[in-house]
């Protein structure tokens, strides 16, 4: 996989976010990240056309199909409205945790579901049958494409590509070879 489209839901900077996994993802194969490509500048998408390696992250519904049409591989971050609902929950148990004095936006749950990315997980529900016939259409025929049904399912996925890249964790590498070691 050298070129990669992550799409799913926009909305939290969390683990939910496709922006996130994608730069995640970025990270764990040393490979560059295009964030949001339909609102880049267009000499930019045009770069992507002749970068070998690249990670573009996108909303479901946004995508152009001609970046499909570039792409080797699509994930499909394709999380369950429960998902959204489970995280909205644990901001909202994070908020009253809090003491009752701290009202700064500092102190705010961060990268946690709102409750628009609820409201809008039901609608980005929807889109699934589209997004289906899309990815099983015959001019795209040339993409592996890989459906994340949930967070932990991600997060897996995620590992294991770090395993494929070749590349070693720090800890797992050899004393001598350990980044800060003299």
Known sequence: MNRIVVVGQPGPQGRLCPLAFAR??????GVRHWPVVHELPGEVRDALQTHEQWIASEAAGRFSEALFRRADAVVWLHFSPMDYLRDWSARLADALRRPSDEHSAASAPGGRAAWRDVSQSFSTL???PAMYALLQHPALAHLAWHELRSPRQAEFWLMSQRRRSGLRDVASAPVGLRTGDA
């Open 24 to 29: 995640s993802l970025s990270a764990r194969l």
């Open 126 to 128: 929807m889109q699934a």
